[in-house]
């Protein structure tokens, strides 16, 4: 039995204890349940407790826009993927861009969150809508730049533990290209590209984003650590061309999942390179690619046969495949 002396120092010691004395490994797998909200109000506690929530972020679902409206189009606006009925789908069972929308005054994401809640969306834990106060006193050159600054700052912030990133991108600028491409944890990708000011910008102006974000393509798809363990990739939109998703294929043999929509530079030589080039082809059970012009034609047919480990499902005539054309396992 213990004296009376020592219990005392028991009793004392248990009532001391704080949660920083329970080893880091346990502490971080504590913090990897809590949502992106609770998880960054934690991390505004202390430098221990924001070390402990940076380490903890694997899913993030993130958005940055200028209205409440842009965001909300912007999730209208998302292709929608088909549910494959004999497989899961790693973006069926992730969290989505359809979600709960929590709002920030974004003087960094870590900063004070607001709770707005948008009743239309069901909840998603790991979904971060970032809404730019005062946008409409900017011009598009400035939010633009805003955009851009902080989601580098975000992927950079947390690019040693994300695992599984779904995010809204404007366009696609040099240095997120760079901060997507160090995130080495990185295994489910998506990017989904929509411009709130597509319509109202200039023609010379467009032209020359357009001419950017293809460079920036460039720059991801050569530098990107990810590419050799990635095993889900979802791109909507976007001017990466057939020969930059080919060399970013290239580098895996791993990947499970595939879904390109609405990315125009993606021609029917995909299909070649898919079912009879790509070394990875063995791996892969779910692919769909959707509203790229491409015709389905026998050749292509022929190419899809070549994926031994899909099996293909077209719950829709034979006619609208050539608009939509989901396969999976």
């Known amino acids: 039995m213990l004296s009376r002396r020592n219990a005392q120092i028991f009793s004392s010691k248990m009532h001391s204890s704080t949660l920083f004395d329970l080893p880091p490994e346990l502490l971080v797998q ?5 949502p992106v909200k609770s998880l960054l109000q934690f991390s505004q ?43 899961t789908s790693i973006f069926a069972s992730q969290p989505t861009s359809i979600g709960n929308s929590l709002s920030s ?29 005062d946008s409409q006193s900017f011009d598009h050159k400035t939010l633009l730049a805003f955009h851009t600054a902080l989601t580098t700052s975000v992927l950079s912030r947390h690019s040693r533990t994300l695992r599984h990133l779904d995010i809204s991108l404007w ?25 709130p000011y597509s319509r109202s910008t200039s023609r ?9 974000e ?15 363990r990635l095993q889900a990739l979802r791109l909507d939109g976007g001017e990466i061309s057939t020969g930059q998703l080919e ?14 929509a609405k990315c125009s530079m993606i021609t029917k030589e995909i299909w070649t390179f898919l079912g009879t080039e790509w070394e990875g082809r063995t791996s892969l059970r ?22 031994e480990g899909l099996e293909v499902y077209h719950p829709f005539p034979l006619p609208l495949l050539f608009l939509a054309l989901p396969v999976w396992r």
Request: with cysteine; glycine share 4%.
């Open 30 to 34: 504590i913090l990897s349940y809590l």
């Open 247 to 260: 060399k970013l294929l290239n580098k895996n043999h791993l990947c499970e999942e595939i879904w390109i």
């Open 204 to 212: 010379p102006r467009r032209v020359a984003q357009i001419v950017a």
């Open 286 to 307: 779910v692919l769909g690619i959707m509203k790229c012009g491409m015709p389905l034609d026998e050749e292509a047919l022929d190419c899809i046969d070549g994926l």
């Open 214 to 228: 293809r460079a920036a393509w460039e720059l991801l798809v050569n530098e990107a650590l990810w590419a050799p």
């Open 45 to 87: 506690t202390s430098h221990t407790c924001h070390a402990l929530a940076t380490s903890s972020l694997h899913t993030l679902s993130l958005g940055i826009y200028p209205t409440r409206l842009a965001s909300v189009i912007s999730r209208l606006g998302t292709t929608t993927l088909p549910i494959p009925k004999t497989t």
């Open 105 to 133: 005054s974004v003087a960094s994401l870590d900063s004070q969150l607001d709770n707005p809640h948008d009743t239309n969306l069901s909840s998603d834990p790991y979904h971060v809508s970032v809404l730019i106060p």
């Open 171 to 195: 366009t696609l600028t040099g240095s997120v290209a760079h901060a997507l491409s160090t995130l080495p944890a990185l295994r489910a990708l998506s990017i989904r590209m929509e411009d």
